[in-house]
T-cell receptor
Framework: DAKTTQPPSMDCAEGRAANLPCNHS???????VYWYRQIHSQGPQYIIH???NNETNEMASLIITEDRKSSTLILPHATLRDTAVYYC?????????????FGAGTTVTVRA | DVKVTQSSRYLVKRTGEKVFLECVQD?????MFWYRQDPGLGLRLIYF???????EKGDIPEGYSVSREKKERFSLILESASTNQTSMYLC?????????FGPGTRLTVL
């Protein structure tokens, strides 16, 4: 699976959009981009995933560049409860291959 | 809602003890996973299972074994616990794209 690079930390003001970057320059054609987050003392939580089109759900939006070498997770209106470690993961979409490799992630702190 | 439960939130064991960590999911998922999480190392996959009685090694299987006798239950076994197995252990299950995690068990081996 392709490796990802994320900034170690970032701050965000409550109510503003949080834009979390992720580089995955070695991504291959059959690999998906996944985002998870882990709030303190809890297990990781799935946020969103995509292949090449931009995706949006009730939690966030995922913007993938045309060359697929990077992506941005957008939390449209950050709240204090969005303070967490955010993981960008690239995974093959092969059937019966659901392993995830978590890196260090980005620690996001939302400030009032 | 999918629910993944783990038998204990906190566990303290002594070196050399046999330790069982239990994980149960209620959504009839085929796939189940065991990870450990350590500061600075992120989550690392220990073992996973795609079906009952089926298991595959993850990235760090040494010192661990697993058991999956029923679809809903996936057990992680430390045959002889050692201090370097002190960690947070996380269980997950998945059907396809999304993994659902339990709350974790913080194991301390003295």
């Amino acid at each position: 699976d392709a490796k990802t690079t994320q900034p170690p930390s970032m701050d965000c003001a409550e109510g503003r959009a949080a834009n979390l970057p992720c580089n995955h320059s070695t991504i291959s054609g059959n690999e998906y981009v996944y985002w998870y987050r882990q709030i303190h003392s809890q297990g990781p939580q799935y946020i969103i995933h995509g292949l090449k089109n931009n995706e949006t759900n009730e939690m966030a939006s995922l913007i993938i560049t045309e060359d697929r070498k990077s992506s941005t997770l957008i939390l449209p209106h950050a709240t204090l409860r969005d303070t967490a470690v955010y993981y960008c993961i690239v995974r093959r979409g092969a059937e019966n291959d659901y392993k995830l490799s978590f890196g260090a992630g980005t620690t996001v702190t939302v400030r009032a | 809602d999918v629910k993944v439960t783990q038998s204990s939130r906190y566990l303290v064991k002594r070196t050399g003890e046999k330790v069982f960590l239990e994980c149960v999911q209620d959504m009839d998922h085929e796939n189940m996973f065991w990870y450990r999480q350590d500061p600075g190392l992120g989550l690392r996959l220990i073992y996973f299972s795609y079906d009952v009685k089926m298991k595959e090694k993850g990235d760090i299987p040494e010192g661990y074994s697993v058991s999956r006798e029923k679809k809903e239950r996936f057990s992680l076994i430390l045959e002889s616990a050692s201090t370097n197995q002190t960690s947070m252990y996380l269980c997950a299950s998945s059907y396809y794209n999304e993994q659902f995690f339990g709350p974790g068990t913080r194991l301390t081996v003295l």
